[in-house]
């Protein structure tokens, strides 16, 4: 036999390989697109969603066909599944290496110890800044180390601590969110000082009976300049966690609701009211134990443009892609919240969140994702008046499927159902929105949202997984 004949059966094979391939990968999605039309019609039919609407949108990663899709244009609240649209959107236009910097400094002139200005604190939006989740960003870590460089300049008295919010929208909350949600811990709004994720515990004690009144025994961190009371009462043992917080703007809070009979230790958390004053009020007692001290007459802080401003020192954060990690994986709203204000701070120097969201749908727009389909209010989702398509989430997670920080993202993402996917709930709202590689080695890419359904949240999940076993 030639070698030119044996090359040419070598060639034969080959083709007819990748022909059987090629046609082995038709025929299963087909097959998929076959399946998923039979359970996504059944799932239509479900009791659960007499009222409701759900959306499908699926494609093959390689190849971009889709493979199913069933009101894939259609607005619907997103939940938490928003937080991949933000992630994508801050990787691109902030660096997978970005870093927020929160800086300290003083005005006036040091004389003999005495600082005849303030401290000053310039930030720039940092979530992470007394957050638990770093060990090199935890509370006691940054007030030491802010200790440090003011003792080392040599101040031991000063007239107050100044922040600088120049720049910075001064509302907290983005438009939509629920009386409801804001005063509890996933209800924390993102500012240009953030501190301890601005989340606070309170730790509550119950009585034998039941109806019987709950008392407040601490708060942790310690709540600066503001309380609160609790009208909550003891109910049967197994209910659960049915406590929230409300704080109107400028007042106490109350805690209404109920948490189990006979707990001593019960543990619920809340937003901060006022993050900038817990920050300060925590900064000053930390130099005081050091023998730094304020001036009686001098503000625990004033918000302020910096002026003639002498630094000492710089707190930096993690980097974007360890932040993302903690945003996707334990869902953290005040993260979406302060990546969207974040992106309008650096792009034009205004820390809003609508500037915010009106760059995140310009640079959408210019990737062919229609800004109808972007209907946004905030960065994380919370809100019920968010409206996004699933197309538009999918066209987003195979754009970021192509990017050089990819596998930082996909790392990010919690698993569910055995899949790599972003989760989200919120009233009568339920989504999933992902990734997922079949046991034949096609990876597909898929939004699954869920608007006005009755009954258990726990059983339309388990129906929701049953559509999606179809991609294993």
Do not use: C
């Amino acid at each position: 036999m030639s070698a030119n004949f044996s090359a040419m059966l070598l060639r034969m094979k080959t083709i007819n390989l990748l022909f059987l391939l090629a046609l082995s990968i038709t025929v299963h999605a087909q097959s998929v697109s076959t399946r998923l039309t039979n359970a996504f019609s059944q799932f239509e039919q479900d009791p659960q969603m007499v009222n409701g609407i759900a959306s499908l949108y699926v494609v093959e990663a390689k190849s971009g066909k889709v493979v199913f899709e069933r009101n894939g244009k259609i607005g619907l609240a997103p939940a938490s599944t928003q937080k991949i649209i933000t992630s994508v959107t801050a990787y691109e236009l902030l660096g997978k290496e970005f870093r927020y910097k929160t800086e300290v400094g003083y005005t006036g002139t040091i004389s003999n110890g005495a600082l005849n200005g303030t401290l000053l604190i310039r930030p720039s939006g940092d979530p992470t800044l007394g957050s638990w989740r770093w060990t090199g960003t935890k509370e006691e870590e940054v007030l030491k180390r802010i200790g440090d460089a003011v003792q080392k300049w040599g101040i031991k008295q000063y007239n107050g601590i100044a922040i600088d919010v120049e720049g910075w929208n001064s509302e907290s909350i983005p438009d939509g969110w629920i009386w409801g949600d804001i005063g509890n811990y996933y209800g924390a709004g993102a500012e240009a000082l953030n501190w301890h994720e601005n989340q606070y515990d309170v730790q509550l004690r119950s009585g034998a009976a039941i109806g019987s009144p709950v008392s407040i025994v601490a708060t942790k961190p310690q709540l600066y300049q503001y309380h609160l009371r609790s009208e909550l009462k003891a109910a049967a043992k197994g209910t659960g966690d049915n406590a929230y917080i409300y704080f109107a703007p400028g007042a106490d809070g109350v805690i209404r609701g109920t948490i189990p009979v006979d707990e001593k230790s019960f543990t619920i958390s809340g937003a901060m009211p006022s993050p900038k004053l817990q920050f300060a009020s925590a900064l000053e007692k930390a130099l005081t134990e050091r023998g730094i001290k304020k001036n009686e007459s001098g503000s625990v802080f004033v918000e302020s443009e910096a002026g003639n401003v002498q630094f000492i020192h710089i707190e930096y954060s993690p980097s974007l892609d360890s932040i993302i990690y903690w945003f996707n994986k334990k869902s953290i709203n005040l993260y979406g919240e302060a990546l969207i204000k974040t992106i309008a701070y650096q792009k034009k120097s205004k820390g809003d969140t609508e500037e915010g969201i009106s760059i995140l749908k310009d640079f959408w727009k210019g990737k062919a994702v229609p800004v109808t389909e972007l209907n946004m209010v905030d960065g994380s989702g919370l809100s019920p008046a968010n409206r996004v398509t699933t197309k538009a989430q999918v066209t987003i997670l195979q754009y970021a499927q192509k990017q050089p920080w990819y596998q930082g993202f996909y790392y990010a993402l919690p698993e569910f159902n055995g899949m790599k996917m972003k989760s989200g709930t919120i009233g009568n709202v339920k989504g999933f929105a992902g990734y997922h590689t079949s046991k034949e080695g096609v990876t597909y890419i898929y939004s699954f949202l869920v608007n006005n359904y009755n009954g258990s949240a726990t059983a339309l999940v388990q129906k929701m997984y049953k559509v999606l076993d179809h991609l294993k």
